[in-house]
């Protein structure tokens, strides 16, 4: 009987809560991943499972459409796992549902990562956390270090850019006690395990120091990063930098993230297609080496383009990328060729075919 609660148990966690915890993973991202382990273990329990209900319904539609599959076959296949686990014993599977399975999870966890990732970056990019407070995220030094505590957005930025937050921060020393003044742009800063501000990073840091005259001015401290601890701080001044926006080319970071995102799944993806395929072991083996060497070769003209300062003038200079696109193109071939995907005999008919139409 133990031995049934725990295989059910672990069923309920693979199937509903795995893919909710990945979701959440990839929504709490940045500044607000500490909210992924915060909270009470039934709201956090809850939320997963909501989230693994719906990942794993997205799933069964992919699965359904990719393998031709009709909505009683998955039923009557989940069915009878479900019945075995349920009475206590290990499921009788085929090597084809073993496969499914195998297909079912892995299509599962990518969604639940890619929606967690777009969610995240579809509510920060439209702003969406600061105008609807429920959407909004626990770390409010997050929106007060960019100027988005208020849910009212100021007409006179809304074609402004935001671009830095200037610190003006009065510390207090060990040495006589005397409040000491920095001033620099802010470059980071880090929470504690409560959400707390535990420190700032400042870079361009400046320190305001007494001359002999009585006089004041600052003074730029030598170095890259400037740390102050929070709990040194009497207090804080901000002043928010913002630019123009520009009418200009250029690849947004989230397009960028997006694409390094597909390509690390696509570089999954050819580690594990060649299994579902129908040819012999040691073909699957081969055909990695051609799929992987098809990814390298267009990452290659990607890279180029989505690392540039002008895109505009690498698109104008692409024949210089033609020859890796092709090569891209040639190894998929030989790829598809090893897995028999691609009938030769096939293509050749009806080339010969259309040739002889005219």
Wanted: hydrophobic share 50%; aromatic share 18%.
């Amino acid at each position: 009987m133990n031995f049934g609660i725990t295989i059910i148990t672990i069923f309920y966690i693979v199937i509903l809560i795995v893919p909710g915890i990945f979701f959440k993973r990839f929504y709490f991202q940045a500044k607000f991943a500490n909210e992924f382990g915060k909270g009470v273990f039934a709201d956090k329990a809850i939320t997963s499972i909501f989230w693994g209900l719906i990942i794993q319904i997205l799933s069964i539609f992919i699965v359904k459409f990719t393998f031709s599959l009709t909505f009683d076959e998955i039923y009557i296949r989940a069915n009878n796992i479900y019945q075995s686990i349920h009475e206590g014993y290990l499921p009788k599977v085929s090597y084809k549902q073993l496969k499914l399975i195998f297909a079912f999870f892995i299509f599962s966890i990518a969604i639940a990562c890619l929606c967690g990732y777009f969610l995240h970056k579809l509510i920060r990019y439209f702003r969406l956390d600061v105008t609807f407070s429920p959407l909004r995220f626990a770390n409010e030094w997050n929106y007060i270090f960019r100027n988005e505590a208020s849910q009212s957005i100021d007409s006179s930025l809304e074609k402004k850019k935001y671009h830095s937050t200037e610190l003006d921060i009065i510390v207090k020393e060990s040495k006589n006690d005397n409040p000491v003044f920095y001033s620099g742009i802010l470059k980071d800063y880090f929470l504690d395990e409560y959400g707390q501000l535990d420190k700032i990073i400042l870079k361009a840091a400046k320190k305001r120091v007494k001359k002999n005259q009585g006089t004041k001015e600052f003074v730029e401290i030598k170095g890259d990063t400037f740390i102050v601890p929070y709990c040194n701080i009497e207090n804080i001044n901000l002043r928010f930098n913002y630019t123009s926006r520009i009418n200009s080319f250029k690849i947004p970071s989230a397009i960028v993230n997006t694409v390094y995102l597909f390509a690390i799944l696509i570089l999954i993806f050819i580690f594990i297609f060649p299994w579902f395929t129908n040819v012999d072991f040691w073909r699957k083996i081969l055909s990695i080496l051609p799929l992987f060497l098809s990814w390298t070769s267009l990452m290659i003209v990607v890279m180029v383009y989505i690392g540039s300062s002008d895109p505009k003038k690498d698109i104008a200079k692409g024949r210089n990328h033609l020859l890796f696109f092709l090569l891209s193109i040639m190894f998929m071939i030989v790829a598809l060729l090893l897995l028999d995907l691609i009938n030769v005999s096939k293509i050749s008919k009806h080339v010969r075919e259309f040739i002889n139409m005219y």
